[in-house]
């Protein structure tokens, strides 16, 4: 039988592959797409290494020649030379765009000179029937060691806007990210009639960047006390800050080239917009004289709604729509920082066709501009505003299979998060307390906090000022703070969840309903899970309690999507018990008149978030906080999704790690244990996996 398939998947592979139409230029599978789907196999190779931008030996006299800018592995970026993480010395990375349908192969090459470990992650991509694909280090795959090398084999069923990162360490920090486009064909896209041009060309990765490496900006705050504000922006890798020793032509500053689009007048454009925001950096994105038109959040298509303005949070994606029906002239695309970046701005050129780039838009470039309908707001108070447009007031068009707005069947759970400040030295070793590990703070090394017996609002239901909803001024507001879900941060396991389940200690395990209550006073870090039966209907009441810092966090799931059925700041600060009884008494109003459906959003400060999905795609999917900073912190936790018998099995040949943790490894000189290639049966293996999951009409061709 597995012959048979074999032979029969290696001919329909042999079809695709003479199958596509009109290449591109960068790549085959980016062409018009076709329904039913012609699908291919779409092949990458990604080399990823530790690079400089602003390099001498590749750079030459970039920025005062700005043709030495664009020479051959030359990364200027914004004129600032630092170590960075490139892929096949790109940053960003490789663009990856194909079509709705086609299968996914990336080789992924770890050749980081720190020996550092790697995993890729697909954000945006459920991994239905592939949850080994993933790439996240030890929840679904064990990390790539140096030197190694792993295909990751995947569906690309989930059409639109999508990107890929690091999902390890600080490295999507450092530049390890790119964009992913899954396109549909003309009879699947609801809103091909709305837009004339969709180019490969105008998709913005945009993201907060350091003068230096982040790993040195993440100690230095979290252990110096040290300022973690970015010092830029970046678009599409590119930016402009003033440079040393370039004095240009007439002693003018020379610097870096900035991001340009070029668009055809009169001509409706889509343009796809993504945050790759590593700190709390909501970027809101506007273009003067210009309105935007949305239809789509994180690859889901919605009712098209006009704005002048779209705040995206890190790891969230919208596709709008910029009609060049202005003068012709050239005109600037603004991304303003928020929160951590307030102080930050950076701007591409809008270049109608005709008109020379060099020439000047009428409004400088670090204009302030007001712009007038907002969507997605930072940390807004007043939702009711006609000039604020919250995320869950979009409408999507996506249907819904079954019952989940209209049963009364949900499980739902309260979770609070926050910073939370705790003891940090509560013994010399580990004091259990059920599935719980209370002792020295692993992720933040700082004095004591304060004392067990102080009050910092989080029991019971008062806050700062006693009300439920505090001003922020409680006790969190010294010593040092830990992001945390549920009052717990995420303990790495020791094994891979998704493939060594039954290998790993139960005793590093903790349940969400079953938090000790001492992790509100003492630090308490274990491997969460939230467990869901599969096609059980899940609705998280996520509250942003606000006590540790004034911060939103932009939660994101994976292996699902959910809907946003509501949302709301209370204040500076509020608790979930709070919250929980709003709820119960009737005083939150949820949306379940086609919610948009989305795979991150934010939670506000002092506020709360309501998303409600059903559990269909079995697995262990991680949900995090998108900001780098807090998820290397612990603000994790996994669902599990069926039982081990639900899980489609792993392909042959995928490599196990060590279930030596890091203490035990230095005092037993054990090392690193995994294999540095899948090779053939793995592909093998995957190949036969799409078969058995779906029909090789729909899959394959």
């Known amino acids: 039988m597995f012959l048979f398939l074999f032979v029969y998947i290696l001919g329909v592979v042999a079809l695709c592959h003479g199958d596509h139409a009109v290449p591109s230029p960068s790549h085959d599978c980016y062409r018009p797409c076709s329904w039913p789907p012609e699908s291919m196999i779409c092949d990458y190779h990604f080399r990823v290494e530790w690079f400089s ?4 030996t590749f750079c030459g006299d970039c920025p ?8 051959e592995n030359c990364i200027a970026l914004n004129g600032v030379q630092r170590p960075i993480i490139t892929v096949n010395r790109q940053l960003p990375g490789p663009s990856i765009q194909v079509c709705e349908g086609d299968v996914i192969k990336v080789k992924v090459e770890n050749r980081l000179d720190d020996h550092g470990e790697l995993a890729i992650h697909w954000h945006g991509i459920h991994q239905v029937g592939t949850p080994y694909m993933d790439g996240v280090p030890k929840v679904t795959q064990c990390p790539i060691p140096h030197g190694s090398s792993f295909v990751y084999t995947f569906n690309a069923s989930n059409s639109g806007t999508h990107y890929w990162h690091a999902h390890s360490g600080m490295q999507r920090a450092d530049g390890c990210a790119g964009t992913m486009i899954v396109r549909q064909a003309r009879e699947r896209d609801v809103h091909y009639d709305n837009y004339d041009i969709d180019d490969e060309a105008h998709v913005l990765l945009l993201q907060d960047w350091f003068d230096s490496t982040t790993l040195t900006r993440f100690i230095g705050h979290h252990l110096g006390g040290l300022p973690n504000n970015p010092d830029a922006i970046l678009i599409n890798g590119h930016g402009q800050r003033q440079t040393t020793g370039h004095a240009g032509h007439g002693g003018t500053v020379a610097y870096t080239p900035r991001e340009v689009f070029r668009v055809e007048p009169g001509q409706r454009h889509r343009f796809r917009l993504i945050s790759n925001a590593i700190v709390n950096c909501p970027l809101q994105v506007s273009v003067d004289s210009h309105t935007l038109e949305v239809i789509s959040s994180d690859g889901f298509d919605v009712e098209r709604a006009e704005v002048d303005a779209v705040v995206l949070f890190a790891g969230e994606r919208y596709d709008v729509i910029l009609n060049a029906d202005q003068e012709a002239g050239n005109y600037w695309l603004r991304v303003q920082g928020l929160g951590d970046c307030s102080t930050s701005q950076e701007v591409a050129l809008i270049n109608y066709a005709g008109t020379h780039k060099h020439m000047s838009p009428s409004l400088p470039a670090n204009s302030t501009v007001t712009v007038g309908v907002v969507l997605n707001p930072y940390n807004e108070l007043d939702l009711s505003s006609p000039l604020s447009m919250p995320v869950y007031s979009l409408r999507s068009l996506v249907e819904e299979e079954g019952t989940l707005y209209t049963t009364d069947d949900v499980t739902r759970y309260y979770l609070p998060l926050d910073f939370n400040s705790v003891t940090r030295y509560a013994t010399q070793g580990h004091m259990t307390s059920g599935d719980m590990h209370m002792d020295e ?31 922020g001024m409680g006790g969190h507001m010294h010593g040092g703070t830990t992001s945390q879900i549920n009052h717990a941060s995420f303990l790495v396991p020791a094994e891979n969840l998704l493939t060594s389940y039954n290998n790993i200690d139960k005793s590093t395990l903790c349940d969400v309903v079953d938090i000790s209550h001492d992790c509100k006073t003492k630090y308490c870090e274990c491997t969460q899970v939230l467990t869901a039966a599969l096609g059980e209907t899940t609705e998280l009441v996520l509250v942003d309690e606000g006590f540790g810092s004034d911060q939103s966090h932009p939660m994101h799931i994976h292996g699902h999507a959910f809907r946003v059925i509501a949302q709301a700041r209370m204040g500076d600060t509020v608790t979930a018990k709070h919250v929980e009884e709003m709820d119960k008494a009737g005083n939150i109003v949820r949306n379940l008149e086609n919610p948009p459906l989305k795979d991150t959003v934010a939670v506000p400060d002092g506020g709360y978030t309501i998303v409600r999905f059903r559990a269909t795609n079995p697995g262990w999917w991680l949900f995090h906080c998108h900001i780098q900073f807090h998820t290397s912190n612990g603000m994790m936790l996994v669902i599990r999704v069926g039982e081990e018998d639900d899980l489609p099995p792993p392909p042959i040949g995928i490599p196990t790690c060590s279930s030596l943790r890091e203490d035990e490894r230095m005092d037993t000189g054990g090392g690193h244990v995994t294999t540095s290639n899948m090779g053939v049966l793995f592909t093998c293996s995957m190949m036969l996996l799409f078969a058995l999951a779906a ?7």
């Open 441 to 471: 703070n692993s992720h933040t090394h700082t004095k004591r906090a304060h004392g067990t017996d102080d009050h910092d609002g989080h029991d019971g239901h008062m806050g700062g000022n006693g009300t439920g909803m505090g001003t």
């Open 53 to 56: 931008s602003m390099s001498p």
């Open 64 to 71: 005062g020649n700005t043709t030495d800018c664009d020479a």
């Open 695 to 701: 029909s090789f009409d729909t899959l394959l061709c």
